[in-house]
């Protein structure tokens, strides 16, 4: 997802944007605004919050 993306998603669920936000920070607080846990890139191999709509961005695809 793209960072327009992320702070017009950010704007709707009301979490201020500030113009220095970091991407993982935003996506963090929108996280945590869904009911999701605030893990935004520290999963490692496996993530269980199936609900998550950064769920695909944060794991690493599986390589065959």
């Known amino acids: 997802m ?3 993306e992320i702070k017009e998603k950010a704007k ?3 979490i201020k944007v500030m113009a220095t936000a970091k991407k993982s920070d935003l996506i963090r607080q929108i996280q ?3 009911g999701n846990f605030d ?3 520290k999963a490692i191999d496996y ?3 199936w609900s ?3 769920r ?3 794991l690493p ?3 065959l």
Do not use: I, V, Y
């Open 2 to 4: 793209k960072l327009n």
């Open 12 to 14: 709707a669920l009301r």
């Open 32 to 34: 945590k605004a869904e």
């Open 39 to 41: 893990c935004f890139g």
């Open 47 to 49: 993530c269980d919050q």
């Open 52 to 54: 998550c709509c950064f």
């Open 56 to 58: 695909e961005d944060c």
């Open 61 to 63: 695809s599986p390589r």
